[in-house]
């Protein structure tokens, strides 16, 4: 069964960072990219960035550099994303996903489509 | 950057009627080598992930019931829910992947009339 478990949610305070992981499982893990993506509540869907598990190659968005960093542990199939020097403005919920599903995997690197996701993080910012 | 425009921006459909939900990129995401377009669509319902509905702009997934479907190329595009059911109440996306950063549409929300 192919799917992507993600860490619990996290309540932290402005300035401090947060690590998330995804956990992969049914497929090869170091096959795929792992995408970021964010949510914050009642909005759209903000890319944050991809990490090539293979190499641990990353390719972030312009609005997070310098303050992401995407790692994996290939050795237990997970990828993290953290993110430094929080703001209130990064209470939202965080997904991983990827590119292979029970169905369908295609790789062109970063450049696919996102299936399967993980069930979302709930990082909150808070004083 | 890409950008991603929706209309409408929500939308109420009677049961088993028609729904029509466009996107628009700010710049063609038909890549020219393989004459794909790299647009695809989500659903979200509250609490869930995006779920994905279509690929190439008119795949549909594996598992997808036949009443979505997907159309348009280059920079215009429609998914069409031929009728809509109780359970297609949800907000849907649409996404490019052609360029980073990937950017999506910023959401229509389809409800039962």
């Known amino acids: 069964q192919v799917q992507l478990v993600q860490s619990g949610a996290e309540v932290k305070k402005p300035g401090a960072s947060v690590k998330v992981s995804c956990k992969a499982s049914?497929?090869?893990?170091?096959?795929?990219?792992i995408q970021w993506v964010r949510q914050a509540p009642g909005q759209g869907l903000e890319w944050m960035g991809w990490?090539?598990?293979?190499?641990?190659?990353?390719n972030y968005a312009q609005n997070f550099q310098g303050r992401v960093a995407m790692t994996r542990d290939t050795s237990i199939r997970t990828a993290y994303m953290e993110l430094s020097r929080l703001t209130f403005d990064d209470t939202a919920v965080y997904y991983c996903a990827s590119h292979c599903s029970a169905t369908n995997c295609h790789n062109e690197g970063g450049y696919n489509w996102f299936d399967p996701w993980g069930q979302g993080t709930l990082v909150t910012v808070s004083s | 950057d890409i950008v991603m425009t929706q209309s409408p921006d929500s939308l109420a459909v009677s049961l088993g009627e028609r729904a029509t939900i466009n996107c628009k990129s700010s710049?063609?995401?038909?890549?020219?080598?393989?004459?794909?377009?790299?647009l695809a669509w989500y659903q979200q319902k509250p609490g869930q992930p995006p779920k994905l509905l279509i690929y190439?702009?008119?795949t549909r997934e594996s598992g997808v019931p036949d009443r979505f479907s997907g159309s348009g190329s280059g920079t215009d595009f429609t998914l069409t829910i031929s009728s809509l059911q109780a359970e297609d109440v949800a907000v849907y996306y649409c996404?490019?992947?052609?360029?980073?950063?990937?950017?999506f549409g910023p959401g229509t929300k389809v409800d039962v009339k």
């Open positions: 190439w702009a008119s």
């Open positions: 996404h490019q992947f052609y360029s980073t950063p990937f950017t």
């Open positions: 049914g497929y090869t893990f170091t096959g795929y990219y």
């Open positions: 710049q063609s995401v038909l890549y020219s080598s393989n004459k794909k377009n790299y």
């Open positions: 990490i090539d598990p293979k190499s641990g190659g990353t």
